[in-house]
């Protein structure tokens, strides 16, 4: 059997936080150290391009993320670990696939949708500030993980879309180019990992300016956690643990029992200030020993170059150079030794047609449609309409967008990435 491929990219464009060592670093390595998976953890500095234009900040977030996951215990040697710039089949691939994606899939992604109706709002164009970048995001995503066909990609909720698009992808172009080239990868939503408050009491992040680095040196975590946000209960009166920050960030950090002990301290009265002397006392325990870690790799950046070229040039040989000659072949890229002869004054023929919705009269009476793939096959068939008309206005309204699913026999949907894709090579 072979082992499940987990791969997850971080992207380098900002300085590691507490959140993102309980949310993502620390589970990551956990499960780095299992039998029987194959790890692939990766820099998306392609990706950190979309997010800022300051050059610098790439290199140097680069940098302090590559530091903070290896002084987390990520052990290159028995992980893939790599950056993605390093890998030029990925941006290849990403072509590849742009090639097989319906633009109508990609303006449904979430994460552009809301920039159109921000700009809407502010009666600004509707593509105001996006970048094809911005736009191909989920194709180079699905590069990233098609390349090494990995079976689970870890992410947080606001990328499950993205791998819903990258199995789309997958599939149009396993249907386009005949045969399994991608294995249908799915995404791995942990519930259990916490996401860690902020300074203010919301989700602690970037965007909302109240993280806690993860490196700050003592005397910094130091003021950063007695400088968050509780109520103003006085020492004595019991505390509340329920949605109050420091008691989820302590709880993050320690051990049950310890949690179950702070528990004990908040119902009877611990005074704010002591809290925080314990909440910083437990955090310093546990970053102090790989944050001297991380300084010693922080001063040798040519030791991590190094670890990063050489997971990369690895990782090419194995999967990533073969693999995408298989691809190129398969789409046509081809050496022009070996070529079939066509006859002289004959074409090569268009192998595919469009998809089309067919409209037909059954002997009940009724009207019906169903939908027809470039190869001939029904991916999806009607209920029955009393008027023609409605079975117009229907097929209008699907190819404008609108969910099919309640004017179609259930039984008769072949497959929604089938389905979708089919939609969009109509409206392009
Ligand atoms: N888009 C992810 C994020 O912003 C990072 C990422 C890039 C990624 N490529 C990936 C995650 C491939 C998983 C798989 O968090």
Redesign the pocket.
């Known amino acids: 059997m072979t082992s499940q491929r987990i791969?997850?990219?971080?992207?380098p464009s900002g300085t590691p936080h507490l959140g993102n060592y309980a949310g993502a670093i620390r589970p990551a390595v956990e499960a780095s150290q299992r039998p029987g998976v194959e790890s692939f953890y990766f820099l998306?500095d392609y990706?950190a391009l979309i997010k800022t234009d300051n050059p610098e900040r790439v290199q140097r977030s680069t940098l302090e993320i590559a530091a903070t996951w290896l002084a987390a215990g990520l052990r290159p040697e028995r992980v893939w670990f790599y950056r993605q710039s390093d890998i030029p089949e990925i941006p290849e691939l990403a072509w590849l696939l742009a090639c097989v994606t319906g633009k109508g899939l990609l303006n449904r992604a979430h994460a552009y949708k809301a920039i159109l109706d921000k700009n809407e709002a502010s009666g600004e164009e509707p593509d105001a500030g996006v970048s094809m970048g911005l736009f191909m995001y989920p194709v180079l995503?699905a590069a990233?993980?098609l390349m090494f066909n990995a079976h689970k990609?870890p992410?947080g909720r606001d990328?499950v879309q993205?791998l819903e698009m990258a199995r789309d992808i997958a599939a149009s172009f396993n249907h386009r180019y005949g045969g399994d080239h991608f294995v249908l990868p799915e995404a791995a939503v942990d519930e259990s990992v916490a996401t860690l408050p902020g300074l203010d009491g919301r989700k602690m992040s970037k965007s909302y300016d109240n993280t806690i680095p993860l490196f700050a040196p003592a005397a910094t975590l130091k003021k950063l956690v007695l400088g968050i946000v509780t109520d103003s209960k006085a020492p004595g009166e019991p505390k509340e643990t329920e949605g109050c920050a420091l008691f989820q960030i302590f709880q993050a950090f320690a051990t049950p029992e310890e949690t179950e002990a702070m528990r004990t301290r908040f119902a009877g009265g611990i005074a704010w200030g002591e809290a925080k002397e314990a909440l910083f006392s437990k955090l310093e325990s546990v970053i102090a020993p790989m944050r001297a870690r991380y300084e010693e790799l922080i001063d040798e950046p040519a030791r991590i170059e190094q670890v990063l070229k050489s997971g990369a040039a690895a990782l090419r040989a194995k999967y990533a150079t073969p693999f995408i000659a298989r691809l190129r072949k398969a789409v046509g890229l081809r050496p022009l030794d070996h070529i079939p002869i066509v006859p002289p004054g004959e074409r090569i023929k268009a192998k595919t047609t469009q998809p089309q919705f067919k409209q037909y009269r059954e002997s009940d009476g009724l009207f019906y449609f169903k939908l027809i793939s470039s190869d001939g096959r029904t991916l999806m068939q009607s209920r029955g309409f009393t008027s023609p008309l409605d079975v117009g206005q229907t097929i209008a309204d699907i190819k404008k967008g609108k969910d099919y699913k309640p004017w179609v026999e259930r039984a008769s949907i072949i497959s929604d990435a089938d389905i979708r894709q089919a939609i969009d090579a109509m409206n392009n």
């Open positions: 791969l997850t990219g971080i992207t998306s990706h995503m990233d993980i990609v992410v990328q993205h």
